[in-house]
């Protein structure tokens, strides 16, 4: 759901006794209410183009399956904000990685 000319940001770290990867995209305003229930299976933003709503939903269950936890806001400026959040591992490295660029539009 992003548009022309978007962003995409991925990024990882680690947070105390969890890692986290969190991907931020641009697009249009949605309403919080409304993105905070992305990770329900079959939910989507609108009924235009493809997809079946299972995408958010899948993250949500892979993370909880390893004890975790999967939250979706809606950014302020418009598009999501997709926080995964899974226990880390004692001998995880303590790294970061950020990527940004822009974002694909078409498949």
């Not at 939910?43 to 979706?72: D, E, K, N, P, Y």
Request: proline share 6%; no cysteine; net charge neutral.
């Amino acid at each position: 759901h992003n548009e022309p000319g978007g962003f995409l940001e991925v990024t990882t770290r680690r947070a105390g006794d969890k890692v986290q990867v969190r991907v931020q995209n641009g697009g249009s305003v949605i309403d919080p209410e409304e993105a905070e229930h992305l990770t329900e299976p079959f939910r989507r933003l609108g009924r235009t183009g493809g997809g079946f709503g299972l995408g958010l939903s899948i993250v949500r269950s892979v993370a909880q399956a390893h004890g975790g936890q999967a939250s979706v806001r809606a950014r302020e400026a418009g598009g999501l904000d997709v926080l995964v959040e899974l226990p880390a591992l004692a001998s995880s490295p303590d790294v970061g990685f950020s990527q940004s660029s822009p974002a694909l539009t078409r498949s």
